[in-house]
């Protein structure tokens, strides 16, 4: 079940912590090199822009993934 202080963490605002900045570019770095290899190779279609959404939607994940983490 979801409590109260979860749904408070998940929805504030995190500002970076030491060590926090360098985790997001890498995972951002990765995302887009990951997308730019699925663009250069697939054909422009619903698919592809759907991979390029799951990618976006994974690293903003990941990046709440650590804003939220010991909070």
């Known amino acids: 079940m ?3 202080a979860q749904l408070d963490n998940w ?4 500002a970076p ?3 926090q900045p360098e985790k997001y570019t890498a995972i951002r770095n990765a995302a887009r ?5 699925i663009v250069a190779n697939t054909p422009s279609s ?4 759907t991979a390029i959404r799951k990618i976006r939607e994974a690293s903003m994940t990941a ?3 650590i804003a939220c983490d010991g909070v």
């Open 2 to 4: 979801i409590t109260d």
């Open 11 to 14: 929805f504030t605002y995190h």
């Open 17 to 19: 912590k030491e060590g």
């Open 33 to 37: 090199h990951l997308a730019g290899v």
């Open 46 to 49: 619903a698919d592809q822009t």
């Open 63 to 65: 990046n709440a993934a």
